[in-house]
């Protein structure tokens, strides 16, 4: 209609969309035998308040007897919207419509892709590009050539996706969620269309002729205690299996992999691969993608015989406490992530910058055991210093205990989103970590930030640095900042505060010999106000010293923690503008 202003129209509470699909039933189920109203609200509730699947299932089920409710209950439990009797094609094809009309296979891709994550999930864009990347051979995709322009052309996608409601905006802007009608069409389309499979809530592992001839597979058990000692598959490239409802983890049997060669992609969460992983793995010569989520593991030396094709790792909250030499082999990595491995304490000295190709580097953000902290029987760990010859790298998670561990050269000119963290004291919390992944516009330079934490050393990275760093790098894209512990009597200079255009979060806690959140000292520009324009919250807790937010000249604090002209000094003045 080409409005100015969109507005989204909400899905139907339990409450209305009872009463709707009452309307089309009749009214007398409710009064009916309790075992046909359960069913009734079980249905209702399987259509997640969606008026065109409450209005085409109600109209389907209306004078039916209870074999065809029954019928339609365990159908929707599997997925199977359009082969209720009756239900007239509406829904499928009114959705199936929405599908056709997208411009872009990539956007279908994307679409059918995201199917396969559970019912109700969460999905991470993170995921959603490593996907899309590994597929991208598949798809005959010219473009993206590098891990960031496939963010950039996922988040696009998404958004068209959302425009059409097919997908929908998850906890946080980084996360999506698909609704589940909308999913159960998906899953049809894909098996039509692409020979997917995908089965969730499942006890027994599905007959042989059910996947042996599917492109893709997404196994989702629900109490499944064995799988098949060889999963005969030939032209499967793309097999996801999540165990983590299950009630014991999977073993992987040996050989399980020997007929699946064209397997390009292999995501596994909650599965033991210990103490060795399948020699059948290290068989798959056309593997782009390895994920071993919440995987019990063992060694892991044996992947370095995918170093052909591999360039997508991920052993993100498995139990690993070493990364073998062996890693340092896979030369063709871009991506490495073991995030939330909260047991690793070493990797040894050269493997990281072996990784030459790396875009993205995720480390556990409890890992602070880097050359310099320890040298605890006399272990030769990784250095900071490595980091340095990944000149690729465009994303990283980090922790870094001691900003004196720092190279003197520090310079990350391609990172573009990010989190580190320097600070001898860091509380580690793994849902906050999952759910606020950190992005920024692109960047040049250790110092356009968009979220960092920082404590004790902020001089150097803030301020007057200790080491050169360009001082036409500085902070246009900070948008959080948050400091503690700082031994520093100012935050900023006056031309470090005028750059900072973008901040709308600070915070700064417990800095007892802080007079000051910017210097006094000559500016040329002393006359003209210094404006935070996009600053929305601002939280200044147990400073003791604190004078005022820009100091006039000639004021310092005392011993005992008040200005030496109190009674003229103003927290605020009119040398900045909030």
């Given at each position: 209609?080409?409005?100015?202003?969109?507005?989204?129209?909400?899905?139907?509470t339990?409450?209305?969309?009872?009463?709707?699909?009452?309307?089309?039933?009749?009214?007398?189920?409710?009064?009916?035998?309790?075992?046909?109203?359960?069913?009734?609200?079980?249905?209702?509730?399987?259509?997640?308040?969606l008026?065109?699947?409450?209005?085409?299932?109600?109209?389907?089920?209306?004078?039916?007897?209870?074999?065809?409710?029954?019928?339609?209950?365990?159908?929707?439990?599997n997925?199977?919207?359009?082969?209720?009797?009756?239900?007239n094609?509406?829904?499928?094809?009114s959705?199936?419509?929405?599908?056709d009309?997208?411009?872009s296979?990539?956007a279908?891709?994307?679409?059918?892709?995201?199917?396969?994550?559970?019912?109700?999930?969460?999905?991470?864009?993170?995921?959603l590009?490593?996907?899309?990347?590994?597929?991208?051979?598949?798809?005959?995709?010219?473009?993206?050539?590098?891990?960031?322009?496939?963010?950039?052309?996922?988040c696009?996608?998404?958004?068209?996706?959302?425009?059409?409601?097919?997908?929908?905006?998850?906890?946080?802007?980084?996360?999506?969620?698909?609704?589940?009608?909308?999913?159960d069409?998906?899953?049809?389309?894909?098996?039509?269309?692409?020979?997917?499979?995908?089965?969730?809530?499942?006890?027994?592992?599905?007959?042989?002729?059910?996947?042996?001839?599917?492109?893709?597979?997404?196994?989702?058990?629900?109490?499944?205690?064995?799988?098949?000692?060889?999963?005969?598959?030939?032209?499967?490239?793309?097999?996801?299996?999540?165990?983590?409802?299950?009630?014991?983890?999977?073993?992987?049997?040996?050989?399980?992999?020997?007929?699946?060669?064209?397997?390009?992609?292999?995501?596994?969460?909650?599965v033991?691969?210990?103490?060795?992983?399948?020699?059948?793995?290290?068989?798959?010569?056309?593997?782009?993608?390895?994920?071993?989520?919440?995987?019990?593991?063992?060694?892991?030396?044996?992947?370095?015989?995918?170093?052909?094709h591999l360039?997508?790792?991920?052993?993100?909250?498995?139990?690993?406490?070493?990364?073998?030499?062996?890693?340092?082999?896979?030369?063709?990595?871009?991506?490495?992530?073991?995030s939330?491995?909260?047991?690793l304490?070493?990797?040894?000295?050269?493997v990281?910058?072996?990784?030459?190709?790396?875009?993205?580097?995720?480390?556990?953000?409890?890992?602070?055991?880097?050359e310099?902290?320890?040298?605890?029987?006399?272990?030769?760990?990784?250095?900071?210093?490595?980091?340095m010859?990944?000149?690729?790298?465009?994303?990283?998670?980090?922790?870094?205990?001691?900003?004196?561990?720092?190279?003197?050269?520090?310079?990350?000119?391609?990172?573009?989103?990010?989190?580190?963290?320097?600070?001898?004291?860091?509380?580690?919390?793994?849902?906050?970590?999952?759910?606020?992944?950190?992005?920024?516009?692109?960047?040049?330079?250790?110092?356009?930030?968009?979220?960092?934490h920082?404590?004790?050393?902020?001089?150097?990275?803030?301020?007057?640095?200790?080491?050169?760093?360009?001082?036409?790098?500085?902070?246009?894209?900070?948008t959080?900042?948050?400091?503690?512990?700082?031994?520093?009597?100012y935050?900023?200079?006056?031309?470090?505060?005028?750059e900072?255009?973008?901040?709308?979060?600070?915070?700064?806690?417990?800095?007892?010999?802080?007079?000051?959140?910017?210097?006094?000292?000559?500016d040329?520009?002393?006359?003209?106000?210094?404006?935070?324009?996009?600053l929305?919250?601002?939280?200044?807790?147990?400073?003791?010293?604190?004078?005022?937010?820009?100091?006039?000249?000639?004021k310092?604090?005392?011993?005992?923690?008040?200005?030496?002209?109190?009674?003229?000094?103003?927290?605020?003045?009119?040398?900045?503008?909030?």
């Amino acid at each position: 209609m080409d409005v100015d202003v969109g507005f989204h129209v909400e899905f139907l509470t339990k409450e209305e969309a009872w009463t709707l699909f009452k309307k089309k039933v009749g009214n007398h189920v409710d009064s009916h035998d309790e075992p046909l109203r359960d069913i009734a609200w079980a249905i209702c509730n399987k259509c997640r308040g969606l008026p065109v699947a409450i209005n085409a299932i109600g109209g389907a089920l209306k004078g039916k007897d209870m074999h065809a409710w029954k019928d339609a209950l365990h159908k929707l439990k599997n997925s199977m919207l359009k082969d209720i009797v009756g239900i007239n094609q509406k829904v499928y094809a009114s959705l199936k419509w929405s599908y056709d009309q997208l411009a872009s296979e990539d956007a279908k891709s994307c679409f059918l892709l995201c199917c396969l994550f559970a019912e109700d999930a969460e999905i991470s864009i993170d995921d959603l590009v490593r996907y899309y990347m590994a597929w991208r051979t598949l798809n005959h995709y010219q473009m993206p050539v590098t891990l960031e322009q496939g963010f950039d052309r996922v988040c696009t996608v998404v958004d068209t996706l959302k425009s059409c409601c097919l997908l929908l905006d998850g906890e946080s802007k980084h996360l999506v969620k698909m609704h589940d009608v909308v999913r159960d069409i998906a899953i049809s389309i894909a098996k039509d269309e692409k020979s997917f499979l995908v089965k969730h809530g499942f006890k027994d592992w599905p007959e042989k002729v059910a996947y042996e001839h599917c492109s893709v597979i997404s196994l989702r058990p629900d109490d499944v205690r064995k799988v098949p000692d060889k999963l005969v598959c030939p032209e499967l490239h793309t097999l996801r299996l999540d165990c983590a409802t299950n009630r014991s983890p999977l073993q992987i049997p040996d050989e399980f992999f020997i007929g699946t060669g064209n397997l390009m992609v292999l995501d596994l969460t909650r599965v033991i691969m210990s103490p060795l992983l399948p020699a059948s793995l290290a068989k798959l010569a056309k593997l782009q993608m390895l994920c071993l989520n919440r995987c019990h593991l063992g060694d892991i030396s044996i992947l370095k015989d995918l170093k052909v094709h591999l360039e997508i790792l991920s052993l993100r909250g498995s139990n690993i406490e070493v990364l073998p030499p062996e890693v340092g082999e896979l030369t063709r990595l871009r991506l490495l992530d073991m995030s939330d491995c909260l047991q690793l304490g070493m990797i040894p000295k050269g493997v990281i910058s072996k990784l030459f190709r790396l875009e993205e580097l995720h480390m556990p953000m409890n890992f602070g055991k880097w050359e310099g902290t320890t040298n605890e029987r006399k272990i030769s760990n990784a250095s900071l210093d490595e980091l340095m010859s990944l000149t690729r790298l465009t994303t990283l998670n980090i922790w870094i205990p001691d900003a004196a561990l720092l190279p003197e050269d520090l310079s990350f000119e391609n990172l573009v989103r990010f989190e580190i963290i320097i600070s001898k004291r860091f509380e580690y919390d793994p849902v906050r970590h999952f759910r606020h992944r950190v992005y920024t516009k692109p960047l040049t330079g250790i110092l356009i930030l968009e979220n960092f934490h920082v404590a004790n050393n902020l001089e150097f990275l803030l301020g007057k640095p200790k080491r050169s760093i360009p001082r036409n790098v500085l902070y246009p894209y900070l948008t959080d900042l948050s400091v503690r512990d700082c031994g520093m009597k100012y935050l900023f200079s006056p031309s470090c505060a005028r750059e900072l255009v973008g901040l709308q979060r600070l915070t700064i806690k417990h800095c007892g010999v802080m007079e000051g959140v910017i210097e006094t000292e000559k500016d040329k520009d002393e006359d003209i106000p210094i404006i935070f324009s996009g600053l929305k919250l601002l939280n200044l807790k147990n400073l003791p010293n604190l004078i005022s937010f820009y100091p006039e000249k000639g004021k310092t604090a005392t011993s005992s923690g008040s200005s030496s002209d109190h009674a003229q000094t103003v927290l605020f003045n009119d040398k900045v503008m909030l």
